[in-house]
């Protein structure tokens, strides 16, 4: 409790100690905040009367502990020195009362087994306690007889409340019912809607599927189109690139066949000259001059048979550089330039 030791009076706790799951801490807490003579009072229903009161109801949902009356006095008396315990019950009795009375009494033996009481009412604290009597309440609805034509007045306008009630529910209820049947019809009509429509999804699903599998098998054919194209391209690069080589080979052994023809044609003059000069110094001599005649003749053939591999490799030079590869390189500006000799 939020409040400081010793700060008050009286504590009251009726009927909440059996809601309590911590309830031992309404019993400690409550002595503390008392001062020396103050009193808690405290009150449970019994445990053996409710179970039994409410055998077809079942248990109460928010009791979390039920006491039976030796359980409530030793709990009690563990936490308080002075304990005063009455039984509490309810029951019927007969006022006899003048209309401006000097005094009363009553004559009330209280319960004879406190296991039988309907609930318990404590007074606890840590001075004695001197009360001890018993005591009783009776409102002013004790007057039974009164009470009940009163409460059969009420029940009477009560039961005209409730035909007219009824009456209007009735009539709530056939327009209630009329709504309803034309909520079916709609929910009927909405239902057939939603399966046409789950059949149409279910066939777009269906066209969906057979849609995105052929783009898959289109897709596999054009990427297996792609790697395939990717390989020629590859296996014709590789191709042009020896013919290259052998171009740049034959171009080679052109310009080795031309140094060498122009070294035979050097030495082809050479000879000559000095043929003519050996004719001239020694016309004389005609077996030499048929010798140097022979040599120079087979020089000549040799000649003739390099100068026709060069026809023959001038020819294959301008087929390479017309030849569709060439050209494709030639606009694709890739590969060697090559000049078309002249004829």
């Known amino acids: 409790m939020p409040f400081a030791a010793e700060s008050f009076d009286l504590v009251t706790a009726f009927e909440v100690i059996e809601h309590l799951a911590r309830w031992e801490e309404l019993l400690t807490e409550s002595s503390r905040v008392l ?7 405290v009150s449970t229903p019994n445990k053996a009367y409710y179970a039994e009161s409410r055998a077809k109801a079942g248990p109460n949902p928010f009791h979390c502990h039920e006491f039976e009356y030796e359980e409530f006095r030793s709990a009690l008396r563990e936490v308080f020195p002075q304990v005063r315990l009455w039984t509490q019950n309810h029951t019927e009795s007969i006022v006899f009362a003048p209309a401006d009375p000097d ?3 009553l004559e009330a033996e209280g319960d004879g087994d406190p296991q039988e009481a309907h609930f318990f009412v404590a007074a606890c604290s840590r001075q004695p306690i001197e009360c001890n009597e018993v005591f009783a309440w009776l409102p002013r609805s004790g007057n039974l007889l009164r009470e009940r034509e ?3 007045a009420k029940l009477e306008g009560e ?6 009630w009824l009456r209007k ?6 327009e209630l019912q009329r709504e309803h049947d034309v909520t079916i019809n709609e929910l009927k009509r909405s239902n057939e809607w939603a399966e046409s429509v789950n059949q149409e999804l279910k066939d777009r699903r269906e066209r969906i599927s057979i849609l995105q599998k052929e783009a898959q098998e289109r897709l596999d054919w054009i990427r297996s189109a792609e790697v395939k194209a990717a390989k020629e391209a590859e296996d014709r690069l590789a191709w042009v690139q020896a013919l290259e ?3 740049a080979q034959g171009v080679e052994e052109i310009e080795r066949l031309n140094g060498h023809l122009r070294a035979l044609e050097a030495d082809l003059a050479a000879r ?6 050996l004719d001239a110094q020694f016309r004389a001599k005609a077996d030499e001059v048929v010798q140097l005649v022979d040599h120079l003749n087979g020089v000549r053939s040799n000649l003739d048979q390099a100068t026709a591999e ?11 550089a017309n030849s569709k590869w060439i050209r494709l390189g030639r606009r694709l500006n890739v590969g060697p330039v090559l000049e078309t000799p002249a004829e």
């Open 272 to 277: 000559d000259a000095w043929g003519r000069s």
């Open 169 to 174: 529910l009735i009539a709530d209820h056939s």
């Open 159 to 164: 039961l005209a409340e409730k035909d007219e």
């Open 150 to 152: 009163h409460h059969i």
């Open 35 to 41: 001062k020396p003579g103050g009193i808690l009072l």
């Open 310 to 320: 060069l026809e023959i490799l001038q020819a294959q030079r301008r087929m390479i």
């Open 103 to 105: 005094g009363g009494a």
């Open 245 to 247: 080589a052998r171009i």
